[in-house]
C-alpha cells in the first residue's frame, strides 16, 4: 500500500460503501437518481474489500485529528450486512495507531433494524443517526418502501430496539413540503415520543428535468431554465424559517440543555467559537467529502458528478485529495461567488449563502446565486439572534444554560 501524507487540517468523510442501493423509495430523494455512476438497482455491488482497506488505513493516518469519525451512509448500510461491519471495526482496530482514537457514525432508515444490529451498535458504540420525518400520517407522506407501503411502523420498532439496547441516537428529519406547515406537532412528536435528545432538520431542495431525472448542478449550468423546475416535494423559500423558528420559540422556553438542535447549535457556536460546525453555514467549504463504492472520492455529497470527481482511493492518498487545487477552488467557490445582496446581509455570519447547491434564485437586483432559501435563513437568524446571545453569555460565564428558560418565563 503507497504512503501518504497527512493532511494539514482536519476533514471528513461520508462513506457510502453500497452506494445508492436502499430498500425504501422516497420520492425527494436526490441519491437513489445516480444511476449515471453504476447501477443502482444491485444489491449484492458494494465497495470490495481491499479499497475498503485502504479507504481506512488512509483516513486515520491523513487525518491529523485525534479522534477519527467515520461516518457511514447510502443508500441504505445495513443492507451491507452486519458482517460488512464487524470487518469495518477490525480494520479500524488494525490500523489505528496509539494516541488516536475511532468513532463511527452510521446514518439508517431504521426498517432493518433487529436485536443483532443493536447488540452490535451498543457493543461498539456506534452512533445512530435515525431518519424519521415526524408523526406516522407525516412521515409516510414521502417515506414508503418499494411496493409503496408505509414505513412508520417499522422506524419505530427499530428506534424501540435502540432504545431498549441503549444505543445512542440522533434523528434526522427532513422538512419538506408535507411537514413544512407543522413544525410544532414534528418537533413534539421526536421529543415526547420519540425521545430524541439530538435533532437535525434538513430542508428538501431539489430541482430536475422537466422530462424526468435527476438535474443536478453540473448539469443545470448547461440547461436553461425552461428545462428545470422544482420538484413537488420541494420546502417553499420561506416556509424553513416558519418551521424553524415555531420550533425555536418552543425549545428556548422548554428544552434548553435537555435537547440539542443543530440549527441552534451552529449560530451558538458562531457566536462562541467563530465557526458553525456545519459546512452549509461555514464561509467556505470543501472539507466534507464523500466516498462512493466504486473508490470515486468526490468535492460534496450533494456535487457527485463526474466535474467533482477528485479522484480514486487506493490510488491516490486522502490528504493530497483533499488539499487539491481543485478542491480548495471548490471551498472557497462558496464565499468568493456570494452575490453582492449576501456580502452586505445583516445575518451573512451566520448564513453564508448557504450550500451552494441552493443558490440558482436571484437578488432583488437580479443577480445569480441567492440561496432559494434565503428568506428562511433572514427570518430565523434574525428571529435566534437574541435569545442566543443571552444563552452564549451564559455558557461563556460557566452559568446553568437553562437559566434562560427562567428568565424568559419572566
Not at 486522502?318 to 488539499?323: C, G, H, I, K, Q
Not at 472557497?332 to 456570494?338: G, N, P
Request: with cysteine.
Amino acid at each position: 500500500m503507497p504512503a501518504h501524507p497527512t493532511a494539514t487540517a482536519p476533514f471528513h468523510v461520508m462513506a457510502k460503501p453500497i452506494g445508492p442501493v436502499c430498500n425504501l423509495d422516497c420520492s425527494y430523494c436526490y441519491y437513489v437518481r445516480k444511476n449515471e455512476l453504476y447501477d443502482a438497482t444491485d444489491a449484492k455491488a458494494r465497495m470490495h474489500d481491499d479499497q475498503l482497506e485502504a479507504y481506512v488505513s488512509d483516513y486515520i493516518r491523513a487525518n491529523p485529528a485525534q479522534n477519527v469519525t467515520f461516518a457511514w451512509q447510502g443508500g441504505e448500510p445495513t443492507l451491507l450486512g452486519l458482517e460488512y461491519f464487524r470487518n469495518v471495526v477490525a480494520l479500524q482496530h488494525k490500523h489505528c495507531p496509539p494516541g488516536k482514537t475511532i468513532d463511527n457514525a452510521f446514518q439508517t432508515n431504521g426498517t432493518l433494524l433487529d436485536e443483532d444490529w443493536c447488540r452490535f451498535f451498543h457493543d461498539e458504540k456506534f452512533l445512530i443517526g435515525l431518519s424519521l420525518d415526524g408523526p406516522e400520517a407525516i412521515h409516510d407522506g414521502y417515506r414508503v418502501d418499494k411496493g409503496q407501503k408505509p414505513t412508520f411502523a417499522k422506524v419505530m420498532k427499530g428506534l424501540d430496539l435502540l432504545r431498549r439496547h441503549q444505543v445512542e441516537f440522533n434523528t434526522l428529519t427532513t422538512v419538506h413540503r408535507k411537514n413544512q406547515k407543522h413544525g410544532r406537532a414534528v418537533y413534539d412528536f421526536l421529543v415526547k415520543e420519540a425521545c430524541s435528545r439530538h435533532l437535525q432538520f434538513i430542508p428538501i431542495v431539489e430541482r430536475r428535468l422537466k422530462s424526468g431525472g435527476d438535474a443536478g448542478a453540473p448539469i443545470l449550468d448547461r440547461l436553461e431554465t425552461r428545462d428545470v423546475e422544482l420538484a413537488p416535494e420541494t420546502v417553499s423559500p420561506g416556509a424553513l424559517g416558519v418551521f424553524m423558528c415555531e420550533i425555536f420559540d418552543i425549545w428556548i422556553a422548554r428544552d434548553v440543555g435537555r435537547v440539542f438542535v443543530y440549527a441552534f447549535e451552529q449560530v451558538l457556536s458562531r457566536m462562541i467559537s467563530g465557526h458553525a460546525g456545519i459546512c452549509v453555514h461555514e464561509e467556505t467549504c470543501g472539507d466534507a467529502v464523500v466516498l462512493e463504492r466504486d473508490g470515486g472520492l468526490y468535492s460534496c455529497d450533494h456535487f457527485v458528478y463526474p466535474e467533482f470527481r477528485l479522484g480514486t482511493i487506493g490510488e491516490q492518498g486522502l490528504a493530497d485529495l483533499m488539499t487539491s487545487a481543485r478542491q480548495r477552488t471548490f471551498g472557497t467557490d462558496k464565499r468568493d461567488k456570494l452575490p453582492q445582496q449576501c456580502r452586505v446581509c445583516p445575518v451573512r455570519q451566520f448564513c453564508n449563502g448557504g450550500c451552494p447547491k441552493h443558490r440558482f434564485a436571484v437578488t432583488e437586483a437580479g443577480e445569480p446565486g441567492l440561496n432559494h432559501l434565503c428568506p428562511s435563513y433572514f427570518r430565523l437568524f434574525n428571529h435566534v439572534q437574541g435569545p442566543l446571545s443571552e444563552l452564549a453569555a451564559l455558557l461563556r460565564a460557566n452559568r446553568d444554560p437553562a437559566l434562560i428558560m427562567k428568565k424568559r418565563r419572566g
